[in-house]
């Protein structure tokens, strides 16, 4: 029995799907204006965990994920630049080339970090012609209005808006959420923004309102329901997106289609860096690049964001960073030996004390994604000198199909070139007798996060 919490019932909910054994899933995806700082990469974690427990769930996941490329404001509140027209003229490129830039980045983080591609990435800008029909829908429908700077959604025709927030939100809706004049209610949000007078854009179309570009909120609602139909299972963000961006979605999709548009909505919490936000804004924010190129592993990150459970926030930190790296080395070290190790099963109690694991296994990730007590029990079955090596090997290999940690093709650390270099002129003085030098350069090689230790087949680099 597989729970997930619903943020629109704040309740843990048994998960049943729609249709028998076939889920529907959309996450919705990057804003393509620079890399993915690894605040949003928990993000993208989350959900690949989430997909993995579905399939080990013997579930079939149809998931989709948009690239958002064009509409995405630096203020939430409609004002400010598109982000990927900001971003454009900053670095002399055009807004295309920087958002087919950073999706490539993307893709590659995703695949560094073992993170499942969806079966579709759909672009923002490929799904114009959808959005315009969408609005004009709800124009039909009365749901909108026009000002002076686009076509706006009126949030007070709908009486079930803010089906996300909590309670005490709902109370004086609108209260956090500033005015912008000309908006008839504060929550209001555009559907569809004029191109700014006297500017020319680069990314506008002709719609029957103007030219202009769509607003951030529907490109979701259209590209989940065109690929996953109305409605859907699980639709997934991170916990910035309730108040605004899906609570916005799931308005769209109700005014025009009288449904609500997914029966679960999973959101995880923040990574933060001394207690806020990872955000781009704040410039405090980390890539996964940042990561490798201080020696990191990218799934010593993974690792990191499995310790914690996804809807508690993760404060980053290099020496938690490190602390991950340090357990996910030694993982492999175990693991190197029990697949060296004999002992085939013989007794049947010992399959069953495996079958224990098995089940704890399946009951934490089926309790929410409780990946932090899933590995507590890897690291069990891993002590556990009652279970022969070859069946302790297989059902780790088993629960790699969640963790992805790559434990089947365990990958040793990349050594840095500049560090092999320093290694190779620390032999030459060995061999010439110069040992003060070799000893000083051994230091160096210390300071810099890596050791050296001679053995008798040769010297053997190591991380820290
Ligand atoms: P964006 O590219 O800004 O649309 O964000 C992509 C995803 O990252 C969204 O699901 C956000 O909710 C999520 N996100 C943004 N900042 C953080 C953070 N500091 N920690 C975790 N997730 C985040
Ligand atoms: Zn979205």
């Known amino acids: 029995m597989l729970k997930l919490y619903n943020t629109l019932s704040r309740k843990k909910e048994v998960f049943k799907p729609l249709k028998d054994r076939i889920v529907g899933l959309y996450t919705c995806g990057p804003t393509v204006y620079w890399y993915a700082h690894?605040?949003?990469?928990?993000?993208?974690?989350?959900?690949?965990?989430?997909?993995?427990?579905?399939?080990?769930?013997?579930?079939?996941?149809?998931?989709?994920?948009?690239?958002?490329?064009?509409?995405?404001?630096?203020?939430?509140?409609?004002?400010?630049e598109d982000k990927v027209e900001k971003a454009a003229k900053k670095e002399g490129k055009t807004a295309w080339q920087i958002a087919r830039f950073y999706e490539r980045a993307f893709k590659k983080d995703l695949k560094l970090l073992n993170i499942q591609k969806p079966d579709n990435f759909i672009r923002a800008t490929e799904t114009i012609n959808?959005?315009?029909?969408?609005?004009?829908?709800?124009?039909?429908?009365?749901?909108?209005?026009?000002?002076?700077?686009?076509?706006?959604?009126?949030?007070?025709?709908?009486?079930?808006?803010?089906?996300?927030?909590?309670?005490?939100?709902?109370?004086k809706a609108g209260a956090r959420i500033r005015m912008i004049k000309e908006k008839k209610n504060p929550t209001d949000f555009a559907l569809w923004k004029f191109s700014p007078k006297n500017v020319k854009r680069q990314m506008e179309w002709n719609s029957p309102w103007g030219k202009g570009f769509p607003g951030w909120h529907t490109e979701c609602v259209v590209m989940s329901i065109k690929k996953l139909g109305i409605p859907f299972d699980i639709h997934c963000g991170g916990v910035d997106h309730i108040l605004i961006h899906h609570t916005n979605e799931i308005a769209q999709a109700e005014a025009a289609y009288g449904k609500l548009m997914a029966k679960y909505w999973l959101h995880s919490e923040f990574i933060t860096v001394e207690g806020r936000k990872m955000a781009k804004s704040l410039g405090n924010?980390?890539?996964?690049?940042?990561?490798?190129?201080?020696?990191?592993?990218?799934?010593?990150?993974r690792y990191l964001c499995l310790q914690t459970h996804y809807r508690s926030k993760l404060n980053f930190s290099w020496q938690g960073l490190q602390a991950s790296q340090n357990a996910l080395n030694n993982l492999y070290q175990k693991i190197k030996e029990i697949k060296k190790g004999k002992g085939k099963l013989t007794s049947r109690s010992i399959s069953k004390r495996s079958q224990t694991y098995q089940k704890k296994f399946l009951n934490s990730i089926n309790d929410d994604l409780n990946t932090p007590r899933a590995l507590g029990t890897l690291w069990q079955l891993?002590?556990?000198q009652k279970i022969a090596d070859q069946e302790k090997y297989q059902l780790i290999l088993n629960f790699d199909r969640i963790f992805a940690l790559n434990l089947k093709k365990i990958k040793t650390i990349r050594i840095p070139e500049k560090i092999k270099e320093l290694a190779k002129r620390r032999e030459k003085f060995r061999k010439e007798g110069k040992f003060k030098q070799a000893d000083e350069i051994r230091e160096k090689i210390k300071s810099l996060g890596y050791f050296l230790e001679d053995t008798e087949k040769g010297t053997k680099i190591k991380k820290l």
């Open 382 to 384: 891993i002590e556990d």
């Open 130 to 171: 959808d959005q315009i029909k969408l609005i004009k829908i709800l124009e039909k429908k009365g749901f909108t209005y026009q000002t002076s700077d686009g076509i706006y959604f009126n949030t007070s025709k709908l009486k079930s808006y803010g089906r996300l927030w909590p309670k005490k939100i709902q109370l």
């Open 38 to 80: 690894i605040g949003n990469l928990r993000t993208y974690l989350f959900e690949d965990i989430l997909k993995r427990v579905l399939i080990y769930n013997n579930y079939r996941v149809k998931h989709i994920m948009n690239i958002t490329d064009v509409g995405h404001l630096t203020s939430d509140q409609d004002t400010g």
């Open 285 to 301: 924010i980390f890539t996964l690049n940042d990561l490798i190129e201080k020696s990191f592993n990218p799934l010593a990150f």
